[in-house]
């Protein structure tokens, strides 16, 4: 896969994952609840992350749980800015949002899983090309 694919398909996973994140806070803090399914096995329950919150000893409708969910994916969906304009510290606030949210079981941890192995990729790919530019930039 070339360097622009991966990243379309890092900032397209991103954005799903952060952009539910920021939104779910943002529901929790205005409404008072997070998205919670309404039919099925697990209706009306929050998800498995509610255990690392519990064994962190934060209530997980707490206004701290919420928070740390609309900031990670505030966080999360502000490094896809940066890494679109700055590369090198967006791919750095990336990894970091990825690595903080594998709490976030199930969705959120697979996605971010997922992410952390193309941006690895994407690192790779894109010092090549760096090298590629510089080693025609100084022959010319």
Request: charged share 10%.
């Amino acid at each position: 896969m070339g360097r622009r694919i991966i990243q379309i398909i890092i900032i397209t996973l991103v954005v799903l994952n952060a952009g539910y994140m920021a939104y779910d806070g943002y529901c929790a803090l205005t409404t008072g609840d997070y998205i919670r399914p309404t039919e099925g096995e697990y209706a009306g329950q929050l998800g498995p992350w509610t255990m690392f919150a519990s064994m962190a000893n934060i209530d997980p409708l707490s206004i701290t749980m919420k928070l740390v969910f609309f900031t990670s994916g505030f966080f999360g969906l502000l490094s896809i800015l940066v890494f679109l304009f700055i590369p090198r510290l967006g791919y750095a606030m990336l990894l970091l949002f990825c690595f903080l949210t594998l709490w976030n079981l199930m969705f959120g941890a697979l996605i971010s899983f997922i992410t952390i192995i193309l941006l690895m990729s994407w690192k790779k790919l894109h010092t090549a090309h760096l090298a590629t530019r510089s080693e025609k930039s100084s022959i010319d």
